[in-house]
């Protein structure tokens, strides 16, 4: 929507549309908890229409319909609405991309709670959540995390995979940290067929990633680690660690000790693969990576989207000898690619 | 930030800023409530400067400032924050239009509980909200709008004197149906020195207006008529009525019966100033009052935004020979001009 707004300024209308703008997240959750997007699906659908294939009233889907198309989310010829490319590929379920899910987890209550007084977060610097918000030891939300994320994650694990398992070097054990869905190291393993993966998480977690390695049929070389990745021992002779999604929840110090801890778990010449959202040095692009830092702010105590130069410095210290940044393809994250 | 966001579809981009899109509404209401943009006011300032003016933590500003940024509230140089023309113009306290105070009506506890449960709303085609949402007779949010919405209206209520007072047409008595901050009837009466105004208002709501008729040195000639729209009797004798904000929280054939009641207190030829968000017959443009539809569906149980035509259809089933309507200029608002 801010792209059809008048761009002049001084311009109120950026204030009215960033005041209300928590209506456009309630309007999403609710199209997709109606399934929507698959009701369209490739036809070209009036209100009438919908309103009785999502078993709602017409005046309700009229008006969704409208602001979804308002937002980019469809198009409106006369009185009927179709999706758009996006719509089309990410939110219609009939699409193998179809990413509709992750409202379960980004909308969940908790998350939610940590935006409800950012006054004071703002105040104290971090989260007003009890028992560190998300980093709560066992917490439900990263069962939901690891249900419902796989689709935005899809993309970065193929590349990840094909990144962990170029140049043929040898990949007898893995470590994948904070797993969740698990699909990073069961990338890994469907490409590196003698590989053997840990796969370490929240003990209440493991069993979303113990399903998906039986459904990749990987059962067999998958092993799972329950615990605190700050606390459980990782064992040793790795020739590949994934770190992905999990430094932001922590502040430098922290991370430089998991890192540490990670380097010494690695063979000579292993490789450590972190994906991140990374934004550029000056914080204000690109929109998503730099915008993550908020969601780290309603949900951690001190966890940060670092920049590569803060990434840099915290690899070093923990002795890694470099480390080069990849862009993901489809994706708002990066891959560094860190050798021991 | 859609503006900067990838415009190449498909895009998972859209749909990750939308479901996220309710942490903008949290980030602006926090930098209002901490008083951030005065803070800044016409210099560049740093996170740790303004940490300490604001008396909050280094590191929530910071990741304030840089989101504030991407959204487009700050312009960052190096690692300093200064205001846009927008900010400046509308959210430093300093300003004569600053209308940050809008956030306490348009993000009131009960506003917002309107959109937390979206999907329902959808099925049942209303709100969710018990009484009628904010139709609920002598609610007090109706006090927090009258209270914190009258820079909003501001360039609205010179526009709409104006059109009153044009021609030099007798304007001896006028009703200002729903008054709320009263801002609308007393433009009038400052410009019309021989005008009454009667300010018509739930009874909680009444002395705001009596206060702001009293400020605008007008009170002997402001008159206060406590009670339900649909039911006090308006008395007749009327060569103007005010009906602003006020038709979109109903359904056609609840609004045709006001504008009956309307039509039957003025006087021949008197007329009748409305003030609405109209959008095009399209109903998805222009944005904000194409939106404003959402914003009716999770708050009342059946108002709209309505199009021309609809107005106009109305209108005359309630007797006005002719309406004509008129962009308020700096507003998403519309005026319409109906004689009786």
Chains 1, 2 share one sequence.
Not at 262 to 273: K, P, S, V
Request: aromatic share 8%; charged share 20%; proline share 5%.
């Amino acid at each position: 929507m801010s792209s059809a707004l008048s761009q002049q300024e001084p311009n109120p209308q950026l204030i009215w549309d960033t005041i209300n703008a928590y209506q456009r997240t309630s309007a999403l959750g609710a199209a997709i908890e109606l399934d929507l997007f698959t009701a369209i699906g490739p036809e070209d659908v009036t209100a009438e229409h919908l309103a009785n294939k999502c078993a709602a009233s017409t005046r309700g889907i009229r008006i969704l319909c409208d602001y979804l198309t308002v937002l980019g989310f469809l198009r409106k010829h006369a009185a009927a609405y179709c999706l758009t490319p996006t719509s089309s590929a990410f939110l219609d379920r009939r699409s193998p991309a179809c990413m509709g899910s992750m409202v379960q987890f980004l909308n969940s209550p908790k998350l939610l709670a940590g935006f409800a007084n950012m006054t004071e977060t703002i105040r104290r610097g971090g989260t007003t959540l009890s028992h560190g918000g998300v980093n709560e030891p066992e917490l439900n939300e990263w069962v939901l995390f690891a249900q419902s994320m796989m689709p935005l994650m899809k993309p970065a694990s193929e590349f990840l995979a094909e990144e962990a398992t170029r140049g043929n070097q040898p990949l007898h054990r893995v470590l994948d940290i904070a797993a969740g869905h698990g699909l990073f190291g069961i990338a890994v393993a469907q490409r590196a067929s003698g590989a053997e993966i840990v796969a370490m998480d929240w003990p209440n977690v493991l069993n979303v990633e113990e399903g998906n390695a039986k459904s990749a049929g990987i059962a067999d070389r998958y092993h799972l680690l329950a615990g605190d990745a700050f606390a459980v021992p990782f064992g040793a002779g790795y020739d590949l660690v994934l770190l992905t999604g999990f430094l932001h929840h922590f502040d430098e110090h922290a991370c430089v000790t998991l890192l540490k801890k990670i380097n010494a778990c690695l063979n000579d010449g292993g490789r450590l693969l972190t994906l991140e959202f990374i934004p550029d040095e000056d914080r204000i692009s690109p929109p998503i990576a730099a915008t993550f830092s908020m969601l780290m702010l309603g949900l951690t105590p001190a966890g940060d989207a670092y920049t590569m130069k803060q990434h840099e410095r915290m690899l070093r210290e923990a002795g890694f000898t470099k480390s080069e940044m990849k862009q993901v393809p489809q994706s708002p994250q990066q891959l560094l690619v860190s050798t021991k």
